[in-house]
């Protein structure tokens, strides 16, 4: 079995840095801006929370009937820490061991987790914008109010830009870390 | 051809001497004056310009150099607008040893200062006539305390500050009987007097006590102004009627050819009032304070006040001989000197802190008022400003040595120099101008960019609104030799002093909502599940939320005529400018306006049987319109049970 070069394993430790920022900064950002909004108006979705003008934007969706946002409603802010946590775990068991391949398999989850977060972030932001109040005050035929998962779009009034915040970046970061490393560690045994 | 010529010549000569004459009030403004005012669309004005109310008891706030009404501020009078005085929240704050007093006259205005400085934290204002004073929080441009003046009448040197706003002043312009007595009018010698109080204000929280009273002879004391630097100790305040006239006061009160300054060494007066050489008189005088944590008003009936006699407190008064009939007292920002403006003299009187001082070291008296040593004129005289123009009211200075007078007779603003008294420019105002205000223009720092004159009279300057015409401010740069004119705009109640201070000192401290955690309310409703409708006897209470855009409960039946209903609503938003209205068909008081987080109760009391529709009166949103709910008023023992609710139909057998 092969082992890990020195790049390799300071990349672990890098990348479990980086990951730590998951608990002091916000992963995601998603900005709105009106005419009667000024300032902006701003969620910020942290791992085990959610952040900002979150009370304001409730009370604005009850027009088109979107269901309130409540951090109590997301299993997500329990188990995407736990998995995070495991993880990094992981990361160090992966530097004790020393070996390549488990370096390939770490990359692996994380890639898992990755995809499986987003698509998550999808799901929720489907139903969200889709599972309307049959009830609600202004109805508008064919528009539905999901948000964009990445980049700009304009919803009524409102402008929505969806983007990754502080945490979030560190968390790409790592992904990058984490490929180049396996291209480095397996351009390494190849050569050998 | 040569007659025509002459003749028209003749006319053109005519004509330019007639045009050079009468010059008329439309040709004041040169060319750029637009442009130094217009404030674009989504710009910020560059100061706060808070201007008295005069007669509609109010305070008004506006935008400099845009002239653009902000915001009123009810202080003195009920506003039905927002139900100030009309809430049971806010109705204690206008209590008064004779009840509620729902009106006052508002003259002057001070902002509270640290080191003779804006700091931006409290405006006071004066009420003339229940004597008052209150203060304004600078942080959500509500009034936060008032406090009821005894033994005055006429309430108008007030509230005028010490450099640290150690001290407020209040200073009666009509003398009258310590306490209630009951004498003859014709007493005034012997049982009228004039006090002037001393109100101490809490360094941290603002509150205001009288410290004690100085008792001065029966006068009428006028305006006052604090002393700074070198005169930090002292207190001026202009007097009239030292004739001591009671009747045609016209005539009777104008007779001599000089009144007096009144200097008070304040510092001496606390001396004094702390070593026990004051008096304990029994007196009763209301304090309103508004509690932000419960949000509520109440009051407490104070029971005397320490009076302190200028006999038994020597050094501490003295008087300085002033032309005639002075009214403004002002002090320049370096507290040199001291401007008195006898508003029926051809002169302006500028007295001198270092030569007062030396006058009262070497005695150098002419005699004594009511034992009351008065200064010699000369002795305490920097100089006279010589044919400054007709009727010298009121002074304010730029910081660069030059004092600026209002005349109201001749209708101008005169520009001087203090050093050398000398005339540097005047400039007209439209009409009878009272006090000019350039920001900062009281304190050791004046901002010196524009003066604003509030005058008395504006036929002419608007387009006509029948016998009733509103009152005006102008606005003139002061930054050049020559003062320019750039806008007129129109006031409300009859402006007298302003205060202005720059925006940026407490444009980023204004409160945006409440946070409804911090809502201790006694009747506040935490969330739509704790709405309830509660009777006792006849008193129903109504804990109702409003949210856009409905109000929980929104069908309330079981009311009974002549029942007392109390509608406690609580606005649940929490995001800035998102008030919600209420009020009840057929209110016999007002409506609320209640901001976000807060709790308002408006009392109700129905003299007949029906539906009363209620809704919110602000248009807060989209379904506003559908922000509404009805109340069922039966006769007074029908048989119908307290119901309430909200989103529930209710079943077809309880619709009769």
Sequence with gaps: MKKLTNPGKISIIAVIVLLVSLWFFPMWRIDLRAPQYPGGLSMKIWINDVKGDVDIINGLNHYIGMSTIHKKDFPEFVFLPTTMMVFMILGLVVLVLNRKIGYYLWTGVFTFIAIFSFYDFYKWEYNYGHNLDPAAPIKVPGMSYQPPLFGYKKLLNFEVLSQPDVAGWCYICAGVILVSAVIYEWKKSVTK | MKKTLITLCTVAAVATIHSCKMKTADSAVSGDAASKVYVAPGKYDE???????????????????????????????????????????????LNT??????????????????????????????ANNTPRVARIDLTNFRTQEILQIPNSAGNHSSPFCTENTEYIVAGTRFSVPMGDADVPISSFK????????????????????????????????????????????????SCYNTEQAYTMLEVNASQKDKDFIVAVNWKKAEEYAKSGKGHTLPASYAHNTFDENTQKASTVMEKDVLVLDPKDCPDMVYMIPCPKSPHGADVDPTGE???????????????????????????????????????????????????????????????????????FLSSEVVKWRISDLQVLDRAPTYYSVGHIMIPGGDTREPYGKYLVAYNKITKDRYLPTGPELCQSAQLYDITGDKMQLLLDFPTTGEPHYGQGLPASMIKDKQVKFFDINKNHNEFVSMGEKNTKVVRNGNRVDVYMTAIRSHLTPDNIEGVFVGDDVYFHVTNLEQDWDIPHGFAVKNSSSVDLLIMPGETQT???????????????????????QEMSGYLRVS??????????????????????
């Design chain 2, 190 to 237: 012997k049982n009228f007097k004039s006090t002037a109080s001393f109100i101490s204000v809490d360094k941290n929280t603002g509150r205001m006590k009288i410290a004690f009273q100085i008792v001065l002879p029966g006068m009428n004391l006028d305006l006052s102004h604090a002393g700074k630097g070198p005169s930090h100790d002292w207190f001026f305040f």
């Design chain 2, 47 to 93: 100061f706060y310009n808070f201007v008295s109310g005069g007669f509609s008891g109010n305070v008004t706030v506006y935008g400099l150099p845009s002239g653009r009404l902000l915001k009123t501020i009810p202080v003195f009078s009920v506003f039905p607008e927002n139900g100030y005085g009309y809430s049971e929240e806010t109705k204690a704050m």
């Design chain 2, 635 to 656: 006769a007074k023992g029908a048989n119908v049970p307290l119901k309430f609710g909200s989103g529930v139909t209710a079943p077809e057998t309880a619709a009769k």
């Design chain 2, 602 to 624: 408006i009392k109700f009391t129905p003299v007949k049987q029906g539906i009363y529709p209620f809704y919110c009166t602000d248009f807060c949103s989209a379904l506003h």
């Design chain 2, 97 to 126: 040893t004779n009840g509620k007093v729902d009106w006052d006259d508002q003259h002057h205005l001070e902002l509270s200062q640290t080191n003779g400085k804006h700091d931006g934290r409290w405006l006071f204002a004066n």
């Design chain 2, 337 to 407: 000197y001291i401007v008195g403006s006898g508003k029926l003299a051809a002169l302006i009187p500028v007295f001198s802190f270092d030569k007062i001082q030396a006058a009262i070291k070497n005695k150098t008296f002419e005699g004594d008022f009511y034992g009351i040593p008065v200064i010699k004129y000369e002795a305490a005289l920097h100089g006279e400003v010589k044919k400054p123009g007709l009727g010298p009211l009121h002074t304010e200075f730029d910081g660069k040595g030059n004092a600026y007078t209002s005349m």
